[in-house]
């Protein structure tokens, strides 16, 4: 079956450590994303990748970093630097210029950072 | 620049009872327009979506919305929902300017069913 996959559900850190939430897809997308999710605040773009070896700062990309080193793999390292990194991460995917057009999201890692 | 406001935070209902989820959106060029769900703990998953054609576009699980223009309004309705339909549902613009599908998410709208 094709789809994403975010590991682990769950991750613990904690504060000052640096933590790398995996996402991998086997959808052949292009393009990759991640969001943050904050209760009553949505989601929140925090980088993007169009292709390999290319990718974007979203809204929040403070305190985060992210490599695309190959098209199915887009892993979002939580630096010591972000200040409030306790939230709901979510990877997608999509492949511009399809005509279904719609991201396809993983099913999250809920970090928690004491 | 976009924007997506979903004015209710929370909508209660009756199980069978109809009910409708508010989206109005800003733009200053065309959008694509979509509506997520979101059970806990889980990521996303597409309801529908509105592309071009016709505005009432039918989703999954029984769900419909109508994209109206002059409202910049794309409102979610079901007629008879069900307690499985407890979750939390997102709108979705993406402006059609973009080589590539950048989304802007409303803040979400938690649907609690009640039995």
């Known amino acids: 079956d094709g789809g994403i996959t975010q590991s682990p559900k769950y991750l613990f850190r904690k504060e000052g450590q640096n933590v790398t939430l995996s996402c991998e897809q086997n959808?052949?997308?292009?393009?990759m994303y991640w969001y943050r999710q904050d209760p009553g605040q949505g989601l929140r773009l925090i980088y993007y990748s169009q292709i390999v070896n290319d990718f974007q700062k979203g809204d929040i990309a403070e305190g985060y970093s992210v490599s695309r080193e190959k098209k199915e793999s887009f892993p979002l390292t939580v630096t010591s630097a972000q200040k409030n990194p306790t939230a709901f991460y979510l990877c997608a995917s999509s492949m511009p210029g399809l005509s279904s057009y719609e991201q396809y999201f993983g099913p999250g890692t809920r970090l928690t950072v004491t | 620049a976009q924007s997506v406001t979903q004015l209710d935070s929370q909508v209660p209902v009756f199980e069978e009872a109809p009910v409708e989820l508010r989206c109005n959106y800003s733009?200053?060029?065309?959008?694509?327009l979509f509506w997520y769900v979101q059970y806990p703990n889980q990521g996303l998953q597409l309801l529908l979506k509105?592309?071009?054609?016709?505005?009432l576009v039918k989703g999954i699980n029984g769900f419909e919305a109508e994209f109206n223009k002059s409202q910049t309004s794309f409102h979610l309705r079901k007629p008879s929902v069900h307690i499985s339909d407890t979750a939390e549902y997102f709108c979705?613009?993406?402006?059609?300017?973009?080589?590539?599908?950048?989304?802007?998410f409303g803040s979400g709208t938690k649907l609690n069913v009640k039995p």
């Open positions: 509105y592309l071009s054609g016709s505005t």
């Open positions: 959808l052949n997308h292009d393009a």
């Open positions: 733009s200053s060029v065309s959008v694509y």
């Open positions: 979705a613009v993406s402006p059609i300017i973009y080589n590539f599908n950048k989304f802007y």
